[in-house]
């Protein structure tokens, strides 16, 4: 290897110049300058030098086989160099002056809205005014690998000063370096202009042309770099020298900066996952479903990295992962981003300076990590002494956060917006509330009364507006359990207007003075009285037999054939649904009860909507013997009696038997009892499972319900928090009161309290 050094460095030819001339590579070339040697594909070995090397020894490159050296201090001759711009004389004549274009340098600010990092952009642009109309043309030039779309923002065109004024145009002397023009809402910044401009201005216009300015990115301390160094680049033989260089001086060899050096010796130092742990609240009860949450703000040691975790309650009912803010590196308050140094080739990228350290970290402090407020109130025993040991910092005690836990959410007011005249006042609020909107609840209290009546109403038009609107007529047809309305129009031979739906069916609302919408009643219509449908007037004229019968009440009577029917319905129904009584039974009553209101129920799932009257005379009728509640084995009787009925007549119309009409009040008190008592025993039989999950002996379970009070006894506060605190039972009100009751009633002391003895014989 160390005699490779001695023997005489290949030559490196091209037949293309390196960017120092702008001019491009040739095909398959992606670099100016080629690290590797092409004539043996090997690389350089100059970092085998011995110590006593004054320098490196540099290959000599040529250029388009002209065995002409290249050196540095040439590149500043080149920018003396005249370059041709087209022009080939700076004589003008006056048919150049007409047709002479004027070419200018621009930018304009365009603002970021996605990007973190950068607020705004610099997008460069060539102007072109005609001098031969006055016209201009905008091309915006193009910028490799900067993912905006680029090319002719402007085509050629006269440009108005003002929108709304079109004889004032855009002209030369508006453009002028320096100056800003307003485009098309679009502001320019005018710094530079050819040389072919920079002679017609001077010689045709005897105007002199300032000096061109920078764009507004360009760093002060860059420029002076920039113009001793133009395009030259760090190439593979400069990082030999530097390493040759290095290994004189110091003995090493290195290809990483400062910065990564610290960074690694900083990691070799720390143990893996060491990390110092603080305390810090995020309190998020302004936003709509926001919380105080509590948090632990860990910072390892190895590369100072931050990961911040959430410590939850249990129970606490909340989504996502306890990690908020995954293992990275945040910036300090204050520092710009945008000027920050990055690792790349890591998981996402790493910040290499301007980073959160240790010493950064204090108590009793608010930080902005990713625009959430955390508040550092506190931090463990190492902790402490980790800054005090390495750092000499002594932190201070932790904070008291009771007036942060104390503090309630503030109740966030919504107000809906108003109505704009676009679909019904309840979908507009419903849009309002939800994204996806839920269907409008129906009133079942209103529904099931009112379930199948319609009232149809005869109507004319109370105020005509055209011939022939006094001989229309319509028909008003409202259903009084969705208190919705349609209007069909009678069909009249050559009236001149067609007849039909007139209104669709939905539910429509009356507007009410004061400008509120509710919906219609059947209380407002009444015949001999205008009605007002969507600002259109209806005299009310009459009404059908049916509807009479339904303001009279009529077709709400119970009738022995209705029964009947229903009676053969439930048959039958039963039949084609259960093969075995013991299936029908558990169906039906699933808590061991079997009465009117399981009939009821049946009968709504088979699209037979009943009341409670004519369920009562149903298991008056049914039910052997006159029993309330049907137990399994009456039940199998009547199973059998009901499947021999429909097997003997299986084309019957309606029940055949006789019909007891009497109603029997006896039956809604069996059944709220019977369901009373198996609901009271399901409870006792909930709280004995519960109980039992939590093990230990009845006296250890006493102990608990009474919070371990010292006078031994259970009260019912006590017994109420324990079920929701501990026990976790999920009651809901109802069923929490039921239990109480259930242990308390009767056998409690004059302050409400019950004993060990009295809780034992309970559960047993």
């Not at 603080?278 to 040691?301: K, N």
């Not at 022939?468 to 919705?484: N, Q, S």
Request: proline share 4%; net charge neutral; aromatic share 10%.
């Amino acid at each position: 290897m160390k005699n490779s050094v001695a023997r005489v460095q290949q030559t490196k030819t091209f037949n293309y110049i390196p960017k120092d001339n702008n001019i491009p590579l040739i095909f398959g070339t992606n670099f100016h300058d080629d690290p590797i040697n092409r004539n043996t594909l090997r690389k350089s070995h100059n970092l085998l030098l011995p110590k006593k090397e004054n320098e490196a020894p540099h290959t000599e490159y040529y250029y388009s086989d002209s065995k002409k050296i290249r050196d540095p201090n040439t590149l500043l001759s080149d920018e003396a160099q005249e370059v041709s711009d087209g022009l080939e004389t700076n004589k003008f004549s006056n048919t150049d002056h007409n047709s002479f274009v004027v070419q200018l340098l621009a930018y304009f600010v365009e603002n970021i809205q996605q990007n973190p990092t950068d607020e705004k952009h610099i997008r460069k642009v060539c102007i072109k005014f005609f001098m031969e109309d006055d016209s201009i043309s905008i091309i915006e030039l193009k910028e490799a690998n900067s993912g905006i779309v680029q090319g002719t923002i402007l085509s050629r065109r006269q440009v108005p000063k003002k929108s709304d004024d079109d004889k004032k145009l855009v002209l030369l002397k508006d453009l002028k370096i320096g100056n800003e023009v307003l485009i098309y809402g679009i502001n320019y910044h005018i710094i530079d202009m050819d040389r072919g401009s920079r002679c017609f201005f001077k010689e045709i216009l005897h105007e002199n042309v300032p000096e061109p300015l920078d764009f507004p990115l360009s760093s002060t301390c860059f420029l002076p770099h920039q113009k001793n160094n133009p395009s030259r680049t760090f190439t593979s033989d400069d990082m030999d020298r530097k390493r040759v260089i290095e290994q004189q001086l110091t003995g090493i060899y290195s290809k990483r900066s400062n910065e990564d050096i610290l960074i690694t010796q900083q990691f070799l130092k720390n143990g893996i996952n060491e990390h110092l742990s603080y305390l810090a609240l995020w309190d998020d009860r302004g936003s709509i479903s926001g919380d105080l949450h509590f948090c632990v703000i860990r910072l390892f040691l190895e590369n100072f990295s931050v990961e911040v975790m959430e410590q939850r309650r249990e129970n606490s009912t909340c989504s996502g992962g306890k990690v908020l803010i995954s293992r990275q590196r945040i910036s300090k308050p204050g520092c710009d981003i945008a000027k920050s140094k990055f690792q790349e080739h890591t998981f996402g990228k790493l910040m290499k300076n301007d980073y959160l350290e240790p010493q950064d970290l204090k108590i009793s402090e608010t930080y902005i990590i990713f625009g959430k407020p955390f508040f550092i109130y506190g931090c463990d025993n190492k902790t402490r002494e980790y800054m005090k040991a390495n750092f000499d910092i002594d932190l201070s005690s932790n904070v008291d956060i009771t007036p942060f836990m104390t503090e309630k959410k503030p109740e966030i007011l919504f107000y809906p917006p108003p109505p704009n005249g676009f679909g019904s006042d309840w979908g507009q609020r419903n849009n309002w509330l939800t994204l996806n909107g839920n269907p409008l609840k129906q009133d079942l209290g209103t529904m099931n009364p009112e379930s199948g009546r319609v009232l149809i109403f005869m109507a004319r038009l109370a105020n005509p507006l055209v011939k022939g609107d006094e001989r229309r007529e319509f028909a008003i047809v409202f259903h009084c359990d969705t208190k919705e309305l349609c209007i069909n129009e009678k069909s009249q031979r050559n009236s001149g207007f067609l007849g039909g739906r007139f209104l669709a069916k939905g539910a429509h609302r009356k507007e009410l003075a004061n400008g509120i919408t509710v919906p219609f009643e059947a209380d407002d219509f009444v015949i001999g009285k205008c009605i007002t449908i969507y600002k259109r007037n209806f005299l009310l004229s009459g009404i059908t037999e049916g509807t009479k019968q339904v303001l009279e009440g009529k077709d709400e009577l119970t009738t022995e054939d209705k029964i009947k029917n229903l009676i053969s319905l439930f048959k039958h129904q039963m039949k084609l649904k259960f093969t075995k009584a013991r299936e029908a039974y558990l169906a039906l009553a699933p808590q061991g009860i079997f009465g009117y209101k399981q009939i009821k129920d049946f009968l709504y799932t088979c699209s037979c909507n009943i009341s409670d009257e004519e369920s009562i005379f149903i298991a008056q009728n049914l039910f052997p013997d006159g029993a309330n509640i049907l137990s399994f084995d009456t039940f199998l009787k009547m199973f059998s009696e009901i499947s021999r009925s429909v097997d003997d007549f299986p084309f019957a119309a309606h029940y055949t038997g006789n019909v007891n009409m009497s109603i029997n009040e006896s039956q809604k008190e069996s059944i709220w009892k019977s369901e009373s008592d198996y609901r009271c025993s399901h409870l006792k039989e909930f709280l004995k499972e519960k109980l039992t999950q939590r093990k230990g002996v009845i006296q250890q379970q006493f102990r608990l319900f009474s919070e371990y009070s010292l006078n031994s006894r259970l009260s019912r506060e006590s017994f109420r928090r324990t079920l929701r605190g501990i026990i976790h039972s999920g009651m809901d009100k109802a069923d929490e009161d039921m239990l109480v009751h259930m242990l308390f009633d009767g056998v409690e002391d004059d302050n409400n309290e019950i004993t060990y003895k009295q809780f034992q014989e309970f559960l047993e």
